[in-house]
């Protein structure tokens, strides 16, 4: 009797830690994420973007590989789900107005990713900062 | 309060119905909203084969010395965003920087006569590049436009040593300012899309043609070799053209005249 | 038939590894020099838009192939049943598996983006032979992995003849697609040849030879086992043959090719004024590479002594470098004929030149990094596992023997 307690005490505990441990990734962050909502991005001020925060924060990646088919093979772009798209709408802007890399240290990407450890390469190729779609905006962010 | 029937609880079902139908309405105003200015002309449907896209090249017109093809793609794909990396010579940058068009003077050795014409991807119909891809990344589009799918790319340059016409660049440094409609990192393969954002999004000139014709040279016909009102179908009709290594039969989409 | 014993190598501790230290100092530093060209960017090595393959790929191909050659003395043992190669097939097996995965590594990590290997692993386009050669390469080192194991379990024995049959099929097709890689593109005038799948195969059985008879002069000298002159002469011998082959062939894509007019100009490159591919080719290839190691073999005098013997393997080497080095980056070098009887003028990138190419030292590094992981793989296999027979004095392999 009494090692049957004790065995149910240890499952609780052990099912509330895998619990725990389950949601934890959907409070990453969450003080800087607090932080980075007093920002000035498009986003910063909504409650969803294109799909509920929650789901975006679970399934972004098997978004954005969907699009990347669809962009690529397809030719489908200019898409409510498009990586611009994401950037033209999180992206922040420094003191002059200029726009801030995405993915660099305590922005949008930086927030979750650096918590979870999952290093991010979409930016090594795509552009980290909102570019007009005639892109002489690439230009201008260089000092051309 | 325990339940006593094992009906459906209507009450329970129809708040949440009416929960989800709010949950929807907040998820899809705001998209609605930042979407709103979505311009009209950008593909809604996959590409088809309707269409191929191809090129002809005058180069009785084209004209020695200029370079306005060059450096109108350069400028519009983001190749003059590029930074030498520091301690490389001068002369390897020349060697390693991506170019997607280039311009070539040859002369026929029998009989001296000279011709000007720009080199650039021949967007095949049977593109060796594709053949030698191992993971499939060089792919010829639907409507013909011959590309690399940079998500799946490894950085092998098996396509590079297939092309017959060196059409294809590899990145050879971190890339640091990147344009959004030409994304670029470093260790992926490239080459002249027909400039695909433009096709995507309504546009029916490409920018090197665009830079012929301001020059007054007007050598460069791009357009859609399916489509007998094209202007494209029409010059192909009225003077004979060539394709560029013929003999190996890849049935080219970009055809010479005069060469 | 009298049973062969194995045992491990045996030769003093401080040597065996000072040996495996200096072996992982060269494999340290040459995936010190693949960290910095992932990181950097291939800006660092001497590789270009025009010579897009360089020195890593020379290396990573020359072993690659060595590798299905060295397994050809187990072959010889179990597929055409001589007797005397019987008790050679473990180390032929293990040097086969420790080559390519030498020759796989320096090519991996010479990629644009090495870690999407997963992507190449899960991703492919089945017209590629490349796609086709990840399947051959890691099956192949799968089935020598049994064939061994099927050799050395001694209830397992009466398997591993179609074991080894399979393995010599597989490897076939393994070297065939390595020479198809370059037989099957269109582009370049000194690939687009059928020619190339065959001389790949001969070439593996000249290299992979050397490379087995150097390992096993070296094992068995340094610990003082016995190895008697029927063993060593039948492999000097074959040696020789196998090095007359690729001479052979060689002969021919020239003949050919001297033959066609289309083709002078990439003839009168490789031959006479082609710079560094020329003396390469002369030198390395033809001289070092073929009549140097044919005459030592075949001399009387000379082709009894080991030292000579083993002379002549790492001449065959060298000359395995320089026909690479011809055939890849001389290969590249020569320029796209893209307007057949017409000369090019100006050229915006380098048309109708010959592009320049200098090996860069990281390149090289990594590639002597896949030399060192090679030699390692195959010193600790025979220092841990009974890969070596106890003797292959005369007396013990074939008492027949003349």
């Given amino acids: 009797m009494h090692g049957c307690v004790l065995s149910k005490g240890l499952w609780a505990v052990l099912v509330l830690a895998g619990a725990a441990a389950l949601v934890r990734p959907a409070l990453a962050g969450h003080g800087q994420e607090e932080a980075w909502r007093k920002g000035n991005s498009k986003a910063a001020g909504l409650q969803h973007c294109v799909m509920p925060t929650e789901w975006m924060r679970r399934h972004h990646m098997e978004l954005i590989k969907r699009e990347r088919t669809l962009t690529v093979h397809e030719g489908i772009r200019k898409e409510r789900y498009s990586l611009a798209g994401c950037v033209n709408c999180h992206v922040q802007y420094d003191a002059a107005h200029k726009p801030i890399a995405i993915n660099s240290e305590g922005q949008f990407c930086d927030v979750c990713h650096e918590y979870a450890g999952a290093s991010l390469d979409c930016f090594q190729c795509h552009a980290r900062v909102p570019t007009p779609e005639t892109d002489y905006g690439a230009h201008a962010e260089k000092g051309e | ?243 560029i290594r013929a003999d190996l039969r890849l049935n080219t989409g970009v055809r010479y005249s005069g060469v | 038939m009298k049973k062969t014993y194995f045992s491990e190598w045996r030769i003093e501790s401080p040597r065996y590894w000072s040996i495996l230290a200096l072996l992982a100092a060269v494999v340290a530093i040459g995936g010190l020099a693949a960290l910095y060209m992932e990181h950097e960017g291939h800006w660092v090595t001497g590789m ?151 001389m790949f195969i001969i070439m593996s059985f000249s290299y992979g030879l050397a490379i087995y008879l150097l390992v096993l002069l070296f094992t068995f000298n340094l610990e003082g086992r016995p190895l008697g002159e029927a063993v060593v002469r039948r492999l000097k011998n074959l040696l020789g043959v196998f090095v007359a082959a690729v001479l052979f062939f060689t002969l021919i894509y020239h003949l050919t090719y001297l033959y066609m007019t289309g083709k002078h100009e990439l003839e009168a490159f490789v031959l006479l004024h082609g710079g560094i591919y020329t003396q390469v080719f002369w030198v390395g290839e033809v001289l070092i590479g073929g009549l140097l190691p044919l005459a030592i073999l075949y001399h009387p005098a000379l082709g009894r002594e080991r030292g000579w013997i083993a002379g002549a393997c790492a001449a065959v080497i060298i000359g395995g470098f320089s026909k690479l080095y011809v055939i890849v980056i001389g290969g590249q070098a020569f320029p796209i004929q893209m307007f057949p009887g017409m000369k090019v003028l100006e050229s915006g990138f380098y048309d109708g030149l010959v592009a320049p190419y200098a090996p860069s030292l990281p390149e090289v590094l990594l590639g002597l990094g896949g030399i060192g992981v090679a030699l390692a793989a195959t010193l600790v296999g025979i220092r841990v596992l009974r890969f070596l027979p106890q003797s292959l004095a005369d007396e013990v392999v074939d008492p027949q023997a003349a």
């Fill in chain 2, 1 to 243: 309060m325990s339940k006593t029937t094992d009906q459906p609880d209507q009450d329970r079902r129809a708040f949440i119905g009416k929960a989800a139908g709010a949950l929807a309405a907040a998820t899809l105003a705001p998209g609605v909203f930042l979407h709103v200015t979505a311009d009209a002309a950008y593909r809604q449907e996959p590409v088809t084969s309707k269409v191929r896209w191809g090129m002809l090249i005058d180069t009785q017109r084209c004209a020695n010395g200029c370079t306005a093809c060059v450096d109108a793609c350069n400028h519009e794909n983001g190749m003059d965003l590029l930074v030498k990396p520091e301690g490389l010579s001068d002369d390897m940058w020349d060697q390693q920087i991506p170019r997607w068009i280039r311009k070539v003077k040859v002369q026929d050795r029998a009989t001296g006569v000279a011709a000007n014409l720009p080199m650039l991807c021949q967007h095949c119909e049977y593109p060796p590049c594709v053949d030698v891809c191992p993971t499939g990344a060089s792919f010829r589009r639907a409507d013909g436009i011959v590309m690399v799918d940079r998500h799946t790319c490894i950085g092998c340059r098996y396509c590079m040593m297939a092309c017959p016409y060196k059409a294809r660049s590899f990145i050879h440094e971190v890339v640091e300012h990147k344009p959004t409609i030409a994304p670029r990192g470093r260790g992926c393969v490239e080459s002249c899309n027909f400039c695909v954002q433009r096709r995507d999004s309504g546009g029916t000139t490409t920018a090197c043609q665009d830079a012929c014709d301001r020059e007054g040279h007007k050598a460069i016909v791009f357009g859609d070799l399916n489509d007998p009102a094209s202007d494209l179908w029409q010059a192909l009709r009225k003077h004979p053209s060539r394709q």
């Fill in chain 3, 48 to 198: 270009t838009n025009q010579v897009v393959w360089g020195t890593p790929h020379v290396f990573a191909i020359f072993l690659i192939v060595a590798a299905s050659g060295a397994l050809n003395v187990a072959s010889i043992g179990s597929v055409f049943e001589k007797k005397i190669y019987k008790p050679l097939a473990p180390l032929s097996g293990l040097l086969a598996i420790a080559l390519l995965v030498g020759g796989l590594l320096v090519l991996v990590l010479d990629l644009g983006r090495p870690e999407r290997l997963i992507v190449a692993m899960t991703t492919y386009n089945f017209k590629s032979i490349f796609a086709w050669n990840i399947f051959l390469y890691t099956g192949f080192m799968a089935i020598v992995a049994v064939y061994l194991w099927l050799m050395m379990e001694h209830k397992m024995n009466p398997y591993s003849k179609p074991a080894g049959l399979l393995a010599f099929v597989w490897r076939l097709a393994l070297t065939t697609g390595t020479g198809s890689i370059f037989g099957f593109l269109v582009a370049r005038d000194a690939y687009d040849t059928a020619l190339l799948a065959p």
